[in-house]
Structures are given as C-alpha cells and as structure tokens.
C-alpha cells in the first residue's frame, strides 16, 4: 500500500492538471543528470493507450494516477478497496468524480451492455417466451421475469419494475450514469417502435 508520505514526496494534487497531478520536485536526466527533464509544477503522468488511464513513473516504478489522487488527498485505499471513476470517464481525474469503493460496487458502475432489447438489465429471452430484469442489489442478485403469455405488454411490465428499483439501485452502488444509461436505451426502444 502507498503512502501520502511517500507520495508528498514527489507529486501533487491539482484538478487543473489533464492528469490531476504535478510535480513538487525538478528531475534530471542523463548520464551526468546533466539534463533536466521535468520541473516542479509541470504535469506529471501520461496517458496509457493500451489501458486508457493516465500513469505516472515515480522511482522506476508505473502507477495509475487515479489510484494516487485519493491517497494524496488523505483517503487511504484498504485492500479489496478500488478507486472508481463515477463518471466513467477514465480519464477525468478530478476529486469529486473519483470514490474508493468494493469491487462490487466497481463492477455496478460499469455500462452494462446493451441487451438484446436495447435497454441495460432486460434481456428477450425468445425460447422461453420472455422478459427478464437482472440487477444486484445490497450483494443479492435480483431477477425478475415476465412471461409474454400472462403480461398483455411484457416488456411494459420489465421497464416498469426495473424504474421501480432505482432508488435502491442507487443506495447499492449504481450510478446516475447508469440509470440515465437505462432511460436513453427505454427512450430509443420505444421511439423505435412507434
């Protein structure tokens, strides 16, 4: 685990850096370090293509920069913790979009995938004849179904249920993100289908 300590060391918080941080100390390159490369107060980090984070290199050693920012502003990230990005934008390195929280929570932030119907959590399941919500709430996974046979609009009856769930969608880690996620994808269903 890093330390602020350690980190105080080098670099520094600062929201107006693309990074989010900059150095507190000048850094000189070459065979005599004859060259300087870096001075205090320039940008630290770069961005990662492969990753699509940015990262830095402190003492010969690669770190996420999002995973600093926390540590740096006084907030220790326990293992099994992670540093989630709210808005989903890896590359928004603010305080206020960043939050540590449990892998689980980590995994409900994520954009589930469009279904086959086009909106997050309902899946068409054609063999059987059905609608299906699938969320996790408080560590439980939830799954509800509608049969098309005893729902005179199931898919109707999914959306409903899925909004009736986002308050304590909210309280188990899901995000605005994803919910406005969920709205866009009922909005062009049913734009769709008129």
Known sequence: ??????????????STSRTGIRWKIDIWVG?????????????????N?????YQVRIERRTYRIHRLIPVLL???????????????????????????????TNAKNRISK???????YIHHNEKLNR?????????KRYTKTF???????ALLSAVEYLLSKEEEMLKSGYTE????????GIDDSFSKSN
């Open 114 to 120: 469009k279904s086959n119907v086009g909106i997050p």
């Open 49 to 53: 293509k492969v990753t699509g984070y």
């Open 131 to 139: 609608y299906q919500v699938a969320l996790v709430l408080s560590g």
């Open 31 to 47: 065979k005599n370090r004859n060259r300087k490369a870096i001075s205090i107060g320039d940008e630290a980090g770069c961005y």
């Open 74 to 104: 006084g907030n220790q990230v326990e293992d099994g913790k992670v540093v989630d990005h709210k808005s989903g934008n890896k590359t928004e390195n603010v305080s206020e979009n960043l939050r540590v929280v449990d892998l689980e």
């Open 147 to 153: 049969p098309i046979l005893q729902h005179e609009n």
């Open 177 to 184: 993100r994803q919910l406005n996620n969920i709205k866009k």
């Open 1 to 14: 685990m890093i330390s602020k300590d350690y980190l105080d060391r080098f670099i520094y918080y600062d």
